[in-house]
Structure formats: structure tokens, C-alpha cells
T-cell receptor, first 114, second 114 residues
């Protein structure tokens, strides 16, 4: 099955800095990747996604990079703000016979200091 | 207002007493899913449903049942709850076409089994 890990459980940055959150996955057949943000006491919220036929996708202040060669995914947040403080999860879709099944990483706690 | 609702939000029960956590969405979404969230383990998918009458196991289906008789509802059933099912549960849904669209999460149900 798919396993999804994160390189760092916590990340602390200063307001205005750029943040990079990393995620590694194990299944080379994985075809869809998503980043979620979870604020304290709330359900996860979709940030951005990327399909396996892409290497990069940009949103508002966020960029997702996909390196299929090393099975690595990253989320970059530009000009990080205190409101970005939250837990960030990557989720991976394995595809194939597990169509519709998503595997989440353990999460990275991002703390932004004013 | 477009939303995913879960009931109850909090539940304390005893081992072996059957319970149901309801999930309902008003967005006409085809894909629905249940997750549990435990400290240090992130979100783990329990069951998912691509459409009415179609359900599949996620990574941790043991001890749970689901049904999808109507598009809007996706209840999670614990026939004989055990203490290791104490967790925070989230229901989620996404647009027609399956999971490859933004998933909207409910507010969560915190379950304690004693």
C-alpha cells in the first residue's frame, strides 16, 4: 500500500519568510496529490492539488512541486503570515485498483512568529 | 450554505454499544469519505463512496460499517465500539466525478469509548 511521510513534524518561521513543507510518498503509481491545511478545532481545508503529469502548480501565495523521480512533494508558502499557522497535510492517491482511496501524511505543524 | 454536517459532534459511549455517526452534505457531491484522526498518525481513511450504493474500504476499515443509500448521506456505523476507536472522526465530500476535486470536510465528531 501507499505510505506517506513528512520530513519534519514542526516548522517555525518568521512572518514574511517563505515556508517549505515536504512530503515523501512510496508508490510510484500515485497519480494525484493534495495539500490540506487544518486549523485548531476545525476540519482540514483544501489548499492546492497537482496531478502526476505536472511538476509544478501555483495558487495564491502557494506553490506545489512534484518530483516523481524521488517521489517527493513540497508545498511552498510565500510571505508567510500568522494566519498560516496550522497543521499541513499532504494526501496521495494511489490510483489503479485503489481508485478513490487517499493516504494522508502525519502532518507538519507550521508556526509563524510575528 | 454549502456544507458537510456531522452528528453528534461529541459522543461518550461504552464498549459494545452500537452507535451511528451521521454525515450529510447539501452540495450534490458524488464522492464521500470517512476519516479518523489520531495524534501523530494524521488522517486515515476508513471508508469512501464514489456514488450511491458504491462503497470501498480505506486504510482502516476494521470495526466500521458504512452505507450510501442516498447521495447526500453517508453514515458511519460502529456495531461494537472498542476503546481503540476513541478518535476524532471527519466526514468529507467532493464534487461529481469522484475525489479529484476539492474535498469539503465536516466539523468533526469526537468519540470516546470507555
Amino acid at each position: 500500500g501507499e505510505s506517506v511521510g513528512l520530513h519534519l513534524p514542526t516548522l517555525s518561521v518568521q512572518e514574511g519568510d517563505n515556508s517549505i513543507i515536504n512530503c515523501a510518498y512510496s508508490n510510484s503509481a500515485s497519480d494525484y496529490f493534495i495539500w490540506y491545511k487544518q486549523e485548531s478545532g476545525k476540519g482540514p481545508q483544501f489548499i492546492i492539488d497537482i496531478r502526476s503529469n505536472m511538476d509544478k502548480r501555483q495558487g495564491q501565495r502557494v506553490t506545489v512541486l512534484l518530483n516523481k523521480t524521488v517521489k517527493h512533494l513540497s508545498l511552498q508558502i510565500a510571505a508567510t503570515q500568522p494566519g498560516d499557522s496550522a497543521v499541513y497535510f499532504c494526501a496521495v492517491h494511489a490510483g489503479g485498483t485503489s481508485y478513490g482511496k487517499l493516504t494522508f501524511g502525519q502532518g507538519t505543524i507550521l508556526t509563524v512568529h510575528p | 450554505e454549502a456544507q458537510v454536517t456531522q452528528n453528534p459532534r461529541y459522543l461518550i459511549t461504552v464498549t459494545g454499544k452500537k452507535l451511528t455517526v451521521t454525515c450529510s452534505q447539501n452540495m450534490n457531491h458524488e464522492y464521500m469519505s470517512w476519516y479518523r484522526q489520531d495524534p501523530g498518525l494524521g488522517l486515515r481513511q476508513i471508508y469512501y463512496s464514489m456514488n450511491v450504493e458504491v462503497t470501498d474500504k480505506g486504510d482502516v476499515p476494521e470495526g466500521y460499517k458504512v452505507s450510501r443509500k442516498e447521495k447526500r448521506n453517508f453514515p458511519l456505523i460502529l456495531e461494537s465500539p472498542s476503546p481503540n476507536q476513541t478518535s476524532l472522526y471527519f466526514c468529507a465530500s467532493s464534487l461529481s466525478g469522484g475525489f479529484r476535486y476539492e474535498q469539503y470536510f465536516g466539523p468533526g465528531t469526537r468519540l470516546t469509548v470507555t
